[in-house]
């Protein structure tokens, strides 16, 4: 069983997907997704069905970082005991961010959240990822960490340029030993073509497709993929529950 822990105030705060008007034309499309930032909040079933399914991967008695790079309204750490998880974000959006910050400043977690966008950003190792990453949005910038499949040739050079949701699966798995990513189905079709990630890869549930129609979208066809540690030696041909290892990385955010 899995209980909600964080502020009951960060449910007023509205993604901006969820309040904008529908594109009226494809040309429209990619516009709309600039305006909004792809911003959709994870539904809270889907938040507890993640918990339920990661929970027993952590003990007890250690603690735990987790990391978010799209963190929005911080939905995805819903369950997160304070007395066990540190949590660690960024996002592209600087308004929301503020907001996040000032309710959690008032909470019992200790946290690192900060604007800051996930192909601009250095970090250290977490022991697990929860992410629902904004789908489709290109991203261009000299700092991209190369990941092959990910990861192309773009106006600053090679692996300069790559989609969100694909790049933000990626960081995660580099820096993670878990990993619980919402993302477009196609993403699966990615991962297989890249053996460090696929290896890693434990379960695919696929997602109703009215999950976020309390976002304003009436239908998206969405996976979690969950993702565990590489294995080696004996390990690795044996079945295995999800590990993770505790992680406790000081100044893990580098803008």
């Not at 994870?42 to 027993?56: E, G, H, N, R, V």
């Not at 949005?137 to 990941?147: E, R």
Request: with cysteine.
């Amino acid at each position: 069983m899995v209980d909600r822990h964080l502020p009951a105030e960060l449910d007023l705060l509205q993604s901006r997907g969820s309040t904008a008007a529908k594109p009226g034309s494809l040309a429209a499309l990619h516009e709309k997704r600039k305006e909004t930032l792809s911003q959709f909040w994870t539904p809270d079933w889907l938040s507890k069905f993640i918990w339920q399914t990661l929970t027993p991967a952590f003990s007890e008695d250690l603690r735990y970082s987790l990391l978010d790079n799209s963190i929005g309204s911080a939905s995805m750490f819903l369950f997160a005991d304070p007395e066990k998880f540190h949590l660690f974000g960024f996002d592209a959006d600087g308004t929301l961010i503020d907001e996040v910050v000032n309710i959690l400043e008032k909470s019992e977690y200790r946290f690192d959240v900060l604007h800051a966008q996930m192909e601009n950003v250095e970090l250290e190792q977490f022991s697990a990822a929860l992410i629902n990453p904004p789908f489709s949005i290109p991203l261009a910038s000299p700092f991209l960490k190369p990941y092959p499949g990910i990861t192309h040739y773009g106006k600053h050079g090679p692996d300069t340029s790559a989609v969100s949701h694909e790049y933000a699966l990626a960081q995660a798995l580099s820096h993670c030993d878990i990993v619980a990513a919402v993302v477009p189905q196609s993403t699966k079709d990615v991962i297989t073509q890249n053996e460090e990630f696929n290896v890693r890869l434990r379960a695919v549930f696929e997602l109703p497709s009215d999950t976020f129609k309390n976002e304003n979208v009436k239908a998206v066809k969405t996976d979690l993929l969950i993702f565990g540690r590489k294995l080696t030696g004996i390990k690795a041909s044996v079945p295995e529950g999800i590990r993770v290892k505790p992680c406790w990385p000081a100044g893990s955010l580098i803008n």
